[in-house]
């Protein structure tokens, strides 16, 4: 069984995902009890305007579903417009099959094609259509580039996108519920799962991805099931125990 990020997956490996949850900022409520009559305006209003904050956020969610991260711009690289990314792909050499990305600036979203790339290091250097010059490649500092899923590289038997792990329900052979999975580190060996209790109430649980603790995968029925080796729950409470002191 392996995880797909975004490329190829390895057992329980990889590293694409898609853009971390977007949480617009609340509106303040109407103040002043003295023009009741306006206040109350004012209020439905702004439930009108909360209504399509919602409305926007889920339309914005079911977009980012559709997408896989493949990388984020850390730097420019010389004065020509190019750009380093570091990949968050299995396989950074795909960036060469790639004739476009759709890249997030966290204030806008537009598609980029890609004119030129090489690799340096654990770095990708990219060139852009359009963007030729430092300046214009410094304002993509921090840039997160996506890919459809009719772009990503198709997934094998028992392979996941990191993407669609992130919220199951993590659940034991006997049918406790853990919680859910609210992210993945990637520690080069394996990745973990971080599993956490509704409410934060709980210390997170920390969870190897290998296949004697991960027992099954059901993306459609939203689930994951996990064995606890022996003595696992035990080292996740010390661990929060020493971070304590």
């Known amino acids: 069984m392996g995880v797909k990020p975004y490329s190829a997956g390895r057992v329980y490996g990889g590293a694409e995902k898609n853009s971390p949850e977007e949480k617009p900022g609340q509106k303040s409520r109407g103040r002043s009890a003295a023009f009741k009559k306006e206040t109350g305006i004012c209020k439905r209003e702004k439930k009108e305007d909360k209504r399509e904050d919602k409305r926007e956020k889920r339309r914005k969610d079911t977009d ?7 990388g984020a711009i850390a730097n420019t690289h010389g004065l020509r417009g190019e750009v380093k990314v570091f990949p968050t792909t299995d396989d950074p050499t795909r960036y060469k099959l790639l004739d ?25 250097i990219v060139k852009f259509k359009g963007i030729d010059h430092i300046d214009d490649a ?3 500092k921090g840039t997160k580039l996506f890919v459809t899923r009719e772009q990503a590289v ?3 038997e028992d392979e996941y ?14 049918g406790e519920e853990l919680g859910v999975i609210k992210d993945i580190i990637q520690t080069g060996a394996n990745d973990v799962y971080v599993i956490g209790k509704p409410g934060g109430q709980e210390k997170d649980l920390l969870v190897p991805a290998i296949k ?11 689930r994951m099931m996990i ?14 125990e020493k971070e304590q002191r």
């Open 154 to 156: 198709p997934l094998g």
């Open 227 to 240: 064995r606890l080796l022996p003595g696992l729950r035990e080292a996740n409470q010390g661990s929060g």
């Open 161 to 174: 996108f990191l993407a669609d792990l992130e919220g199951l329900c993590a659940v034991t052979e006997d």
């Open 64 to 70: 980012m579903e559709d997408l896989l991260q493949v």
């Open 100 to 124: 476009t990305v759709i890249a997030d600036t966290g204030k806008q979203r537009m598609t980029m094609e890609i004119s030129g790339v090489r690799f340096f290091k654990h770095m990708v």
């Open 138 to 140: 410094e304002k993509l």
């Open 212 to 222: 004697e603790c991960i027992r099954n995968v059901d993306i459609s029925a939203g």
